[in-house]
């Protein structure tokens, strides 16, 4: 039988089939023995157990598409970045820190800004247009209130769809609400610091509709930069589209003369924050300091 893993905890695995039926699974030993351990969204050949003393087993993972380290999970069709309007507010740089990541695991990445009933300084607009105008699809929810959410619905269907953001921004609530089945823990903001209590323990993917599953992860409230600094311009979608166009080749768009990246920053063409988190991550990985 074929089916996909939606949750892995002990070793143990729960196994969906294309009709909606949950299998709980063992690996065989043979993954162990090959140094493979089975993800949360590996789609993967499995038996049924044959008693009821006996176990369902996996047999088979099969090829995944994307696979990520942390939190580990595969075969993702898109990440949704989720930021707050307010409580805790939207920085920027973390966000593009996000895109980075997902711009080098070759997910597809789009961004959610939750709770827009907080927006009393309509910041909004101006935030979206950034990332608009680079590609990045926007979607504006409010989980207090259910504003956005068929949008979002619509969005995410027929996906395996990974959120992904800091602590507090209302990932676990947005999953209650397109999964009631999910009763995910919602944290309390810190008033002091205004950041979120991690409450999600493991990865698990959540039915939301026809061949469409959200995962809540724990491992998306930090992410790793890349190793080399000049692989960093590949990944920033607005300067790898003026590869080949500065005065010298290899270009790395910092302090070198007749750059057509800072060029465009000058004419308005590139956002001044996407370039200053660019300058900020290239000094991170220089400094071999990677981890927000």
Same mark, same amino acid.
């Given at each position: 039988?074929?089916?996909?893993?939606?949750?892995?905890?002990?070793?143990?695995?729960?196994?969906?089939?294309?009709?909606?039926?949950?299998?709980?699974?063992?690996?065989?030993?043979?993954?162990?023995?090959?140094?493979?351990?089975?993800?949360?969204?590996?789609?993967?050949?499995?038996?049924? &157990?044959?008693?009821?003393?006996? /176990?369902?087993?996996?047999?088979? +993972?099969?090829?995944? #598409?994307?696979? =990520?380290?942390? @939190? %580990?999970?595969?075969?993702?069709?898109?990440?949704?970045?989720?930021?707050?309007?307010?409580?805790?507010?939207?920085?920027?740089?973390?966000?593009?820190?996000?895109?980075?990541?997902?711009?080098?695991?070759?997910?597809?990445?789009?961004?959610?800004?939750?709770?827009?009933?907080?927006?009393?300084?309509?910041?909004?607009?101006?935030?979206?247009?950034?990332?608009?105008?680079?590609?990045?699809?926007?979607?504006?929810?409010?989980? &207090?209130?259910?504003?956005?959410? /068929?949008?979002?619905?619509?969005? +995410?269907?027929?996906? #395996?769809?990974? =959120?992904?953001? @800091? %602590?507090?921004?209302?990932?676990?609530?947005?999953?209650?609400?397109?999964?009631?089945?999910?009763?995910?823990?919602?944290?309390?903001?810190?008033?002091?610091?205004?950041?979120?209590?991690?409450?999600?323990?493991?990865?698990?993917?959540?039915?939301?509709?026809?061949?469409?599953?959200?995962?809540?992860?724990?491992?998306?409230?930090?992410?790793?930069?890349?190793?080399?600094?000049?692989?960093?311009?590949?990944?920033?979608?607005?300067?790898?589209?003026?590869?080949?166009?500065?005065?010298?080749?290899?270009?790395?768009?910092?302090?070198?003369?007749?750059?057509?990246?800072?060029?465009?920053?000058?004419?308005?063409?590139?956002?001044?924050?996407?370039?200053?988190?660019?300058?900020?991550?290239?000094?991170?990985?220089?400094?071999?300091?990677?981890?927000?």
């Amino acid at each position: 039988m074929r089916g996909t893993i939606i949750k892995g905890i002990a070793g143990f695995y729960e196994v969906a089939d294309a009709n909606g039926n949950i299998f709980t699974c063992h690996a065989r030993g043979i993954f162990r023995k090959d140094g493979i351990k089975p993800l949360v969204g590996d789609c993967v050949l499995f038996s049924e &157990a044959e008693t009821e003393s006996s /176990e369902a087993n996996i047999e088979k +993972i099969l090829p995944r #598409k994307n696979e =990520l380290i942390r @939190p %580990s999970v595969s075969n993702i069709d898109m990440a949704v970045v989720v930021l707050s309007v307010r409580k805790p507010d939207p920085q920027l740089y973390l966000l593009d820190k996000y895109l980075v990541f997902m711009e080098q695991q070759n997910v597809p990445a789009a961004i959610l800004f939750n709770k827009t009933d907080l927006d009393t300084d309509d910041i909004l607009p101006e935030y979206a247009a950034i990332y608009e105008n680079i590609g990045y699809h926007i979607l504006f929810t409010s989980a &207090a209130d259910k504003r956005g959410i /068929e949008e979002l619905k619509n969005f +995410i269907s027929g996906k #395996k769809v990974v =959120l992904a953001g @800091p %602590s507090g921004v209302g990932k676990s609530s947005l999953t209650n609400i397109l999964y009631p089945g999910a009763r995910m823990e919602t944290g309390e903001i810190s008033r002091k610091i205004e950041r979120g209590k991690q409450t999600t323990r493991h990865s698990e993917f959540f039915p939301v509709g026809n061949d469409t599953f959200l995962c809540d992860t724990p491992g998306f409230t930090s992410v790793s930069l890349i190793d080399k600094e000049e692989d960093l311009r590949f990944f920033f979608p607005e300067i790898s589209v003026r590869e080949g166009k500065c005065r010298f080749t290899g270009c790395r768009h910092l302090s070198e003369p007749g750059c057509a990246v800072k060029e465009a920053v000058q004419n308005g063409e590139i956002a001044l924050s996407r370039y200053e988190s660019y300058k900020k991550m290239s000094e991170e990985i220089s400094g071999k300091r990677g981890h927000i």
